[in-house]
DNA sequence: TCCTGTGAATTAGTTCACAGCG
DNA sequence: CGCTGTGAACTAATTCACAGGA
């Protein structure tokens, strides 16, 4: 395991494993780091360079046995162990999020929702009830949570993650658009939608120009 | 307006937008690069490089003009234009990014929402009444669509998306983790959240080996 | 032969550092 | 002076290209 790995590597890595499980389901023995270059949108090079930064996984003349690398980056992403997550905030996309089947099938599970309005506050949502963000810390200390995703109003935003970090969360996904200030060694992702729409406004007006 | 531009600094720009308009709001006059950087997350190197690429908007001695340079992104980012969108699947993502005021508020109008489920078509959220999704292109045209939102089941994503494009959409939001194939002149940008998640799972078992 | 694994070469992206204008 | 704008230096990431094992 080497010192220091790209992000964009580990994304991709993620991405690897995502195809390789379909894969798996479809019953290929083996794979080589082209057709998994091809599904996952890259090349054959860029795969077995990212493969290689962990070991050699692989066989000359043959290629990657589909369920042994999918055990490997199983290892090498750290889902061997499931995740509790608290939602933090229970707006509409917290509401998608918690639903969203693939969090829990890939291992991160969320163990609670919590909010400030308290017309939310102990409402049910499948099995979760939303509880009141003042107890905050006492809900991650019972849940034993490691990861917090942020879907609170903006100008709430960098207060509940201060406790939620004073609570010893070290690993957040942030889906409000504001920079939070954190300390070092507290991880964090940022999901920006807007984002994502203006980039494609970005190419959609400067296309002609080419 | 140059050649290429990287992608990477094409999201800075967006990030940059959303701040000055934070910075507008609370009636600041100018701004400097270093300022900017603290807000955004980045340095103030970059910030003057990424501006640099599109023109000189700055003043030395004194920074930007925060209004001017709000005007200046907008045109960069394309956000002078309204942009019509489709929403394609009527799930709970979708319904959570359909009621997201963020898009509205930044020029992204949806303007259909469609699904294959005989319970969902006919439903409304707000003032969307949900379509079948068998009349894709005639809904395109009519509505003048020219950005798609797919979050279909994953089995339905590259189907649908094909339909999309032969409508005339040449840009594409895409939340299903699918690697979509499609003609180079479609612009697609893909959200995967597990991949997220799976980066802060990297995040917390690699950490201790630092 | 086929396909991996990997140094070397290349390309892309970031940071430095300072000239020059307000 | 202060802060921008920008080549030049540096660092990171990707791609090439081929030796070598199955």
Do not use: C
């Amino acid at each position: 395991m080497p010192r220091k790995i790209a992000d964009s590597t580990v994304r991709r890595l993620a991405v690897y494993l995502q195809f390789l499980e379909e894969f798996q389901q479809h019953g290929y023995p083996t794979v080589s780091s082209t057709a998994l270059a091809e599904r996952a949108g890259t090349t054959s090079a860029q795969v077995r360079k990212d493969l290689s930064f962990f070991g050699s996984f692989g066989k000359r003349g043959l290629g990657y046995d589909v369920s042994g690398l999918v055990r490997r980056l199983h290892d090498i992403l750290g889902l061997h162990h499931r995740y509790r997550v608290i939602m933090v905030g229970a707006g509409r996309l917290a509401g998608a999020l918690v639903q969203y089947a693939g969090f829990r099938e890939r291992g991160f599970q969320i163990v609670a929702v919590v909010d400030t309005d308290p017309e939310k506050i102990g409402v049910s949502w499948r099995d979760l009830r939303i509880e009141d963000a003042a107890h905050l810390d006492t809900i991650i200390a019972r849940e034993r949570v490691e990861i917090a995703i942020i879907a609170t109003p903006a100008d709430a935003a960098q207060e509940t993650v201060d406790r939620v970090v004073a609570a010893g969360v070290t690993a957040i996904l942030n889906f409000v658009p504001v920079q939070l200030h954190l300390p070092r060694e507290v991880d964090v992702k940022n999901v920006n939608l807007t984002v994502e729409l203006e980039t494609l406004a970005y190419a959609l007006t400067h296309r002609r120009s080419a």
